[in-house]
């Protein structure tokens, strides 16, 4: 009996932010994004307006709710990356974690843009949240490329390439209803990118070539960005 107290107990204790999140994006599948207002989700959430706008400065925001820790763990990710790195390498890396913020809930994801497709709203969000992150790209190759005539101009055209090659395979992926491994059809995007703007092609992998696998110890709580980093790491180092 205890026991399942304390799992009802964790279970109250869910962040506010998920708890109003996954409210309101019930109530838009179950009544339209339209006809469901913020009263509408705070009454199912069982918490009050402030609530809401404490987290979500409108109801748009409640439809992308992990985007900003996933730009945030980019931005990360590109301040950690050292300048030794190929620089389109490491924005292609950077992408990645946004695929991979997707594929972790498929369901969620397609749920998602299936109702973005329904709502001219929602699909103007979404644009700005695509150029959020495309400005976070093209800043970290500005800095690198800061000494080349064409380093402002590159910086914006590659960063709009990775993000259009990235764009281009998730949304596949999302049409499909989440079938297949979108990392690889991501990386094949991707590896496009690297061809012509990489300081070296991408070496495609023979057809019959043995499957490695990458054993790494993370410490618990480590950031995605990090273990990311670290995995790839290894993989350039072996």
């Excluded at 809401?52 to 931005?75: G, I, N, Q, W």
């Excluded at 397609?110 to 969000?125: A, D, I, M, N």
């Excluded at 395979?169 to 990386?187: K, M, P, Q």
Aim: with cysteine.
């Amino acid at each position: 009996m205890s026991e399942a107290r304390e799992v009802t107990g964790a279970q109250k204790k869910a962040p506010m932010r998920e708890v109003l999140a996954e409210a309101a994006f019930a109530l838009f599948l179950e009544r339209g994004f339209e006809r469901t207002t913020v009263d509408d989700i705070v009454a199912r959430a069982g918490v009050g307006r402030r609530s809401f706008f404490r987290y979500f400065p409108s109801k748009e925001d409640a439809v992308f709710p992990d985007h900003e820790s996933c730009l945030a763990d980019m931005t990360a990710f590109l301040d950690a990356a050292g300048d030794d790195r190929d620089a389109v390498e490491v924005v292609c890396g950077g992408a990645r974690l946004v695929l991979r913020m997707y594929a972790a809930n498929p369901e969620f994801s397609v749920q998602r843009y299936r109702l973005t497709r329904e709502v001219p709203g929602l699909r103007t969000y979404e644009l700005s949240v695509v150029r959020r992150y495309e400005r976070t790209l093209a800043g970290y190759l500005r800095r690198r490329w800061q000494e080349r005539p064409d380093g402002a101009l590159r910086a914006e055209v590659v960063a709009a390439s990775v993000v259009a090659a990235h764009n281009n395979a998730l949304r596949t992926w999302l049409r499909s209803g989440g079938e297949g491994d979108a990392e690889v059809a991501v990386d094949r995007a991707l590896d496009l990118v690297r061809q012509v703007w990489g300081s070296a092609p991408a070496a495609p992998a023979p057809a019959d070539a043995d499957e490695e696998v990458v054993v790494m110890v993370a410490a618990k709580g480590a950031p995605m960005w990090r273990v990311i980093q670290q995995v790839e790491a290894a993989l350039r180092d072996g």
